[in-house]
Nanobody, 124 residues
Framework: QVQLVESGGGLVQAGESLGLSCAASGLTFSAYAMGWFRQAPGKEREFVAG????????GFGDGVKGRFAISRDNSKNTVYLQMDILRPEDTAVYYC?????????????????WGQGTQVAVSS
């Protein structure tokens, strides 16, 4: 019954911004750390950003530091990813994921649930 549903993807031009949302249901949302990952064709799944259950701790992948921000609203069971100064290399399917016990943000095996993904395309 656990469900993670991403939304907000689309086509934008380089330098523009885009905000993604992930709505969770079927779990005690605040008990889960949440992460965003992305995967481009022919590439491995890449860690983008993560946030603790309370929202007090966050981490970012090297390629997005300073450009992306992660936040969550536990009253709405939603985690967000704000992407600024987008680049063509940010083009990928973006997935949100939930972890009941995360020790390393980038470890995909530590996430219990995954959404279906939303496509982000950045043109030059």
């Amino acid at each position: 019954q656990v469900q993670l549903v991403e939304s907000g993807g689309g086509l934008v031009q380089a330098g523009e911004s885009l905000g993604l949302s992930c709505a969770a249901s079927g779990l005690t949302f605040s008990a889960y750390a949440m992460g965003w990952f992305r995967q481009a064709p022919g590439k491995e799944r890449e860690f983008v950003a993560g946030i603790s259950g309370s929202g007090g701790i966050s981490g970012f992948g090297d390629g997005v530091k300073g450009r992306f921000a992660i936040s969550r609203d536990n009253s709405k069971n939603t985690v967000y990813l704000q992407m600024d100064i987008l680049r063509p290399e940010d083009t990928a399917v973006y997935y949100c994921a939930a972890s009941s016990r995360v020790t390393r943000w980038q470890d995909v095996d530590e996430y219990n649930y995954w959404g279906q993904g939303t496509q982000v395309a950045v043109s030059s």
